[in-house]
């Protein structure tokens, strides 16, 4: 397996702007991770799904961000608009099962100028 | 919700020093306590786990403990070598989910 793939590695966009990151987790995994890494945060969970079901949004930091999953080999995270302070790397993750190791993507590093 | 320290942020040794990281966490329910290695500009990649049936686990130069009634545990590294200079996270289970601490730069210099 190719592992958790994320696209785009590199995503520079203007303040206001929408930005949509996307996640292909790996195949057979049923749980599907989003997290933000910044220097002053550390790694911050977003989101979680099971079975594409969002189970945990509580990490969410606004309205402005939204994920979805349509289906098992795919999820897409959504801001909308875009601010400075949303810079930073955003990782997604996949799991099989309720518990174990979990695998990360390469991230998106998300530039907000 | 959970919430885990890690100390320290940043740990300088020389090679084949030992280095060791800590990290607490403050919900009883977690069970399940992995360490990530994550190298510059790629993702966190598992290095060694243990769960809350066990007290230590080792894995060649690598081991953790846990303290379960004090809610830490540990990550130490022996010998240590150039390549094992990066960030580790320590991480605690939230139901299915992973609640991460802040990292430890650890740089080793030969």
């Known amino acids: 397996d190719a592992g958790v793939i994320q696209s785009p590695r590199h995503e520079v966009t203007e303040m206001g702007q929408e930005v949509t990151l996307r996640c292909k987790p790996i195949s057979g995994h049923d749980y599907l991770f989003w997290y933000r890494q910044t220097m002053m945060r550390g790694l911050e969970l977003l989101i979680y799904?099971?079975?594409?079901?969002?189970?945990?949004d509580s990490g969410m930091p606004e309205d402005r961000f939204s994920a979805k999953m349509p289906n098992a080999s795919f999820s897409t995270l959504k801001i909308q608009p875009s601010e400075p302070r949303d810079s930073a790397v955003y990782f997604c993750?996949?799991?099989?099962?309720?518990?174990?190791?979990?695998?990360f993507g390469q991230g998106t590093r998300l530039t907000v100028v | 919700g959970e919430n885990v320290e890690q100390h320290p942020s940043t740990l300088s040794v020389q090679e084949g020093d030992s280095a060791v990281i800590k990290c607490t966490y403050s919900d009883s329910a977690s069970n399940y306590f992995p360490w990530y290695k994550q190298e510059l500009g790629k993702g966190p990649q598992l290095i060694i786990d243990?769960?809350?049936?066990?007290g230590e686990k080792k894995d060649q130069r690598i081991a953790v403990t846990l303290n379960k009634t004090a809610k830490h545990f540990s990550l130490h590294i022996t010998e240590t070598q150039p390549e094992d200079s990066a960030v580790y996270f320590c991480?605690?289970?939230?139901?299915?989910?992973?609640?991460f601490g802040k990292g430890t730069t650890l740089s080793v210099s030969s």
């Open positions: 243990i769960r809350s049936n066990v």
């Open positions: 991480a605690a289970s939230r139901g299915a989910a992973l609640i």
């Open positions: 799904f099971n079975n594409n079901v969002p189970i945990d």
């Open positions: 993750a996949s799991i099989r099962g309720g518990s174990g190791e979990a695998f």
